[in-house]
């Protein structure tokens, strides 16, 4: 069982930046995959960025290329989503997720286990 607790949302201006962080107790295997989700008021859950717990491979939302960032700290259990140039549409609850076998990154069917969210909203 993996239990995951994210922070460091909050309020911010258009063109600011946040640092998310997601830490993970419980055993992380090489072959998890940690993504970040986010879910705008009215809108479905989507796929921002994930990475590969062995290795690091990373991959992103065409909305969020080149502005964000995701990267972890194996000792740590920690993942991070540093985000810049952020813009009034970012604003949504964003969900750290875990994958134990990371066949499909981009859906959220295929993550086993949720944080509770943390909330950014984007100020214009």
């Known amino acids: 069982q993996v239990q995951l607790v994210e922070s460091g949302g909050g309020l911010v201006q258009a063109g600011g930046s946040l640092r998310l962080s997601c830490a993970a107790s419980?055993?992380?295997?090489?072959?998890?995959?940690m993504g970040w989700f986010r879910q705008a008021p009215g809108k479905e859950r989507e796929f921002v960025a994930g990475i590969r717990w062995s290795g690091g491979r990373t991959s992103y939302a065409d909305s969020v290329k080149g502005r964000f960032t995701i990267s972890r700290d194996n000792a740590k259990n920690t993942v991070y989503l540093q985000m810049n140039s952020l813009k009034p549409e970012d604003t949504a609850v964003y969900y750290c997720?875990?994958?134990?076998?990371?066949?499909?990154?981009?859906?959220?069917?295929?993550?086993?286990?949720w944080g509770q969210g943390t909330q950014v909203t984007v100020s214009s």
């Open positions: 419980g055993r992380i295997f090489s072959s998890y995959v």
């Open positions: 997720a875990a994958a134990r076998y990371g066949s499909t990154w981009h859906s959220d069917s295929g993550y086993d286990y």
